[in-house]
């Protein structure tokens, strides 16, 4: 965990922390933002007094129990595409805003054209902003390590690589972060990330807290259908739910109907309505007990990537609490 359990008043001492991939008009729709959208995610940023800090700083406060500003944000980037430098550098400037960018660093090595250069990469460093690891290949690293083609040492070998390649580029300030290819994380991959001292960023929802798992922090996607700020805002505002994240079981399972119980860690959650959903659809929760709440897939799912998301409004009616917990299907050999 990123620090001890806090009590329901310091819990509010959390942030969330938004991902972006494309800021283009020419790249997959799913994965970006126009320029002038990004714009005016900005600018909705500064107009509603929402606290934009760097990543390293939001964690370590967290990390130290220290109160941070209400609505604190930190961007990232995963991937490191050129239009990142064209399109979101010069309104990230502009507005005074820190930000993070994870990079693949083989395709940066070929030359891609699509992609950063090493001397963009070290222009971005030298003004501000952090560049973290992304893995070499951004091959999907749970999949190979499931259907046996990867094993703990090539784990350990890719992640190291591209961490030494970002090192003798960009020198010692290289954070030790990993943000997971494709938001895939496994049990073995976080404990491979805790044994080697690195935080590990997935891709799914919810907030940054004291009980988040350091190898499973999630992040709220900013870009294609979810760019539009007014979810984006309520996305801003929520809190992270008080639940017991130790408990929770590996993303990577072979079980087509997979179910979860979680337990909340306070007393006053436990008592909100629950909304809970798969992959958008509505998914009823059961309550085996006062403190806990228990969710199951009502059909079996696809191979593949799945989310249970659940949200329970505040007593005040003035933000949600927000549990996100992903599901990798596999049939074992991918």
Same mark, same amino acid.
């Given at each position: 965990?990123?620090?001890?359990?806090?009590?329901?008043?310091?819990? *509010?001492?959390?942030?969330?922390?938004l991902?972006?991939?494309?800021?283009?008009?020419?790249?997959?729709?799913?994965?970006?933002?126009?320029?002038?959208?990004?714009? =005016?995610?900005?600018?909705?940023?500064?107009d509603?007094?929402?606290?934009?800090?760097?990543? *390293?700083?939001?964690?370590?406060?967290?990390?130290?129990?220290?109160?941070?500003p209400?609505?604190t944000? *930190?961007?990232?980037?995963?991937?490191?595409?050129?239009?990142i430098?064209?399109?979101?550098?010069?309104?990230?400037?502009?507005?005074?805003y820190?930000?993070?960018i994870?990079?693949?660093?083989? +395709?940066?090595?070929?030359?891609?054209?699509?992609?950063?250069s090493?001397?963009?990469?070290?222009?971005?460093?030298?003004?501000?902003?952090?560049?973290?690891?992304?893995?070499?290949?951004? @091959?999907?690293?749970?999949r190979?390590?499931?259907?046996?083609?990867?094993?703990?040492?090539g784990l350990?070998?890719?992640?190291?690589?591209a961490?030494q390649?970002l090192?003798?580029?960009? $020198?010692? @300030?290289?954070?030790?972060?990993?943000?997971?290819?494709?938001?895939?994380?496994?049990?073995?991959?976080?404990?491979?990330?805790?044994?080697?001292?690195?935080l590990?960023f997935?891709q799914?929802?919810?907030?940054?807290?004291?009980g988040?798992?350091?190898?499973?922090?999630?992040?709220?996607?900013?870009?294609?259908?979810?760019?539009?700020?007014?979810?984006? @805002?309520?996305?801003?505002?929520?809190? +992270?739910?008080?639940?017991? =994240? *130790?408990?929770?079981?590996?993303?990577?399972?072979?079980d087509?109907?997979p179910?979860?119980?979680?337990?909340?860690?306070?007393n006053?959650?436990?008592?909100?309505p629950?909304?809970?959903f798969?992959?958008?659809?509505?998914?009823?929760?059961?309550?085996?007990? @006062?403190?806990?709440f228990?969710?199951?897939?009502?059909?079996?799912?696809?191979? $593949?990537?799945?989310?249970f998301?659940?949200?329970?409004?505040?007593?005040?009616?003035?933000?949600?609490?927000?549990?996100?917990?992903?599901?990798?299907?596999?049939?074992?050999?991918?």
């Open positions: 965990m990123l620090a001890g359990w806090l009590d329901l008043a310091a819990a *509010a001492d959390h942030f969330n922390i991902v972006y991939h494309h800021v283009s008009t020419d790249s997959p729709a799913s994965t970006s933002v126009t320029p002038q959208v990004f714009r =005016e995610h900005l600018q909705f940023f500064q509603q007094q929402i606290h934009v800090m760097p990543l *390293a700083e939001a964690l370590a406060a967290v990390t130290n129990g220290s109160p941070l209400d609505k944000i *930190a961007i990232t980037f995963d991937d490191g595409y050129r239009d430098y064209d399109n979101a550098l010069p309104l990230l400037e502009e507005f005074g820190p930000f993070t994870f990079v693949a660093t083989d +395709p940066i090595d070929k030359g891609y054209g699509d992609m950063l090493w001397a963009q990469l070290r222009t971005l460093a030298q003004r501000g902003v952090t560049i973290a690891n992304h893995s070499t290949d951004h @091959a999907y690293l749970v190979q390590q499931a259907g046996g083609a990867l094993g703990r040492a350990r070998a890719n992640i190291e690589q961490q390649r090192v003798d580029e960009l $020198g010692d @300030a290289v954070p030790r972060w990993l943000a997971y290819p494709y938001g895939e994380f496994s049990t073995q991959l976080q404990d491979l990330l805790k044994d080697m001292g690195y590990g997935g799914h929802s919810g907030g940054v807290w004291a988040t798992h350091a190898q499973a922090i999630p992040r709220f996607a900013a870009a294609g259908i979810y760019a539009n700020t007014a979810t984006l @805002a309520t996305k801003i505002g929520s809190h +992270p739910m008080p639940i017991d =994240e *130790a408990n929770l079981p590996n993303m990577l399972t072979t087509r109907s179910s979860v119980t979680v337990d909340f860690t306070d006053l959650v436990p008592t909100l629950l909304n809970c798969l992959d958008g659809d509505p998914l009823p929760a059961s309550r085996p007990t @006062a403190s806990s228990r969710l199951s897939s009502p059909a079996p799912l696809t191979l $593949g990537r799945h989310r998301n659940c949200t329970a409004r505040s007593a005040s009616g003035a933000f949600y609490y927000w549990f996100s917990k992903p599901w990798l299907v596999s049939d074992g050999t991918q």
